[in-house]
């Protein structure tokens, strides 16, 4: 009988023994380190948002306009405010160093800002005279530097600026109030009719927020200031012989975005 007891407590004691290694075999291996996500690479991405501007538009006549037509008869509408939908692509570059991060960033857009607006001149002996102005950005684009900081890891605060361009066409109308000639037609004493149109530079500056989903996805929300500068046009009155006007617009606008991009 001690011999049978004696067997079952070595069996025992050799089970408890070999328990902790099965234990430890069986346990769920230990996760692997965060790591923090690298901004360093070539990105590209989307973005939409909407765009809201400024652009007055100026009027001046030469001597030969003078004789017939005073700036008081043929004033432009005050200045307008296109706006609407914004939307394209971008592709990009950052390099981090510790917590700043370093980029350049090149973007394409589609822009759907447009306004029309008119004015009436005084009353004079040809008539009263109504000016038409129309104002559209078709597209834009802008070559910027980055610079932001990270708070944390994932959250990149910056700022951003640089070159901008893009096609704003002015088309500048005027005629006599309720007769217009403007297309060969009928007949009235002053009729003039041009447009603005071409590749217009500038610049932009403005910042944002980008914030890291994952390593090779990131969000973001970014405001930018376009200023495209002034572009003129120099159209012929067909009603006052070697009369002439010269339109200028100058166009300024603030666009608010929110984007998405792939880090490679």
Same mark, same amino acid.
């Given at each position: 009988?001690?011999?049978?007891?004696?067997?079952?407590?070595?069996?025992?004691?050799?089970?408890?023994?070999?328990?902790?290694?099965?234990?430890?075999?069986?346990? +769920?291996?230990?996760? *692997? =380190?965060?790591? !923090?996500?690298?901004?360093? $690479? /070539?990105?590209? #991405?989307?973005?939409? &948002? @909407?765009?809201?501007?400024?652009?007055?538009?100026?009027?001046?006549?030469?001597?030969?306009?003078?004789?017939?037509?005073? +700036?008081?008869?043929? *004033? =432009?509408?005050? !200045?307008?405010?296109?706006? $609407? /939908?914004?939307? #394209?692509?971008?592709? &990009? @570059?950052?390099?981090?160093?510790?917590?700043?991060?370093?980029?350049?960033?090149?973007?394409?857009?589609?822009?759907?800002?447009?306004?029309?607006?008119?004015?009436?001149? !005084?009353?004079?002996?040809? $008539?009263?005279?109504?000016?038409?102005?129309?104002?559209?950005?078709?597209?834009?684009?802008?070559?910027?530097?980055?610079?932001?900081?990270?708070?944390?890891?994932?959250?990149?605060?910056?700022?951003?600026?640089?070159?901008?361009?893009?096609?704003?066409?002015?088309?500048?109308?005027?005629?006599?109030?309720?007769?217009?000639?403007?297309?060969?037609?009928?007949?009235?004493?002053?009729?003039?009719?041009?447009?603005?149109?071409?590749?217009?530079?500038?610049?932009?500056?403005?910042?944002?927020?980008?914030?890291?989903?994952?390593?090779?996805?990131?969000?973001?929300?970014?405001?930018?200031?376009?200023?495209?500068?002034?572009?003129?046009?120099?159209?012929?009155?067909?009603?006052?012989?070697?009369?002439?006007?010269?339109?200028?617009?100058?166009?300024?606008?603030?666009?608010?975005?929110?984007?998405?991009?792939?880090?490679?």
């Amino acid at each position: 009988m001690r011999q049978i007891i004696s067997a079952l407590l070595g069996a025992t004691a050799l089970s408890f023994a070999g328990a902790p290694a099965s234990f430890a075999a069986n346990m +769920p291996a230990a996760a *692997p =380190p965060y790591q !923090a996500p690298s901004w360093t $690479g /070539f990105y590209a #991405g989307v973005n939409a &948002g @909407y765009g809201f501007g400024t652009a007055p538009t100026s009027l001046s006549p030469n001597a030969a306009e003078l004789t017939v037509i005073l +700036p008081v008869n043929n *004033p =432009p509408p005050s !200045a307008l405010h296109p706006g $609407g /939908f914004i939307g #394209g692509g971008e592709i &990009g @570059y950052d390099y981090q160093i510790g917590n700043i991060v370093a980029g350049l960033e090149s973007d394409l857009s589609f822009a759907g800002l447009a306004k029309t607006g008119s004015a009436a001149g !005084a009353p004079y002996i040809g $008539g009263t005279l109504l000016t038409t102005v129309q104002t559209k950005l078709d597209w834009f684009g802008t070559i910027r530097g980055r610079l932001g900081i990270l708070p944390t890891s994932d959250i990149l605060l910056y700022a951003t600026g640089g070159l901008a361009y893009g096609e704003v066409r002015t088309t500048t109308t005027g005629s006599n109030l309720g007769v217009s000639n403007c297309n060969g037609l009928g007949f009235a004493v002053y009729c003039a009719s041009g447009s603005t149109s071409g590749i217009s530079t500038g610049w932009t500056i403005g910042g944002g927020l980008e914030y890291a989903l994952a390593r090779q996805w990131t969000v973001k929300a970014e405001y930018l200031y376009l200023n495209l500068g002034k572009r003129s046009a120099t159209f012929a009155d067909l009603d006052v012989p070697g009369g002439a006007l010269t339109a200028s617009t100058d166009f300024k606008a603030q666009l608010v975005r929110v984007g998405v991009d792939y880090h490679f």
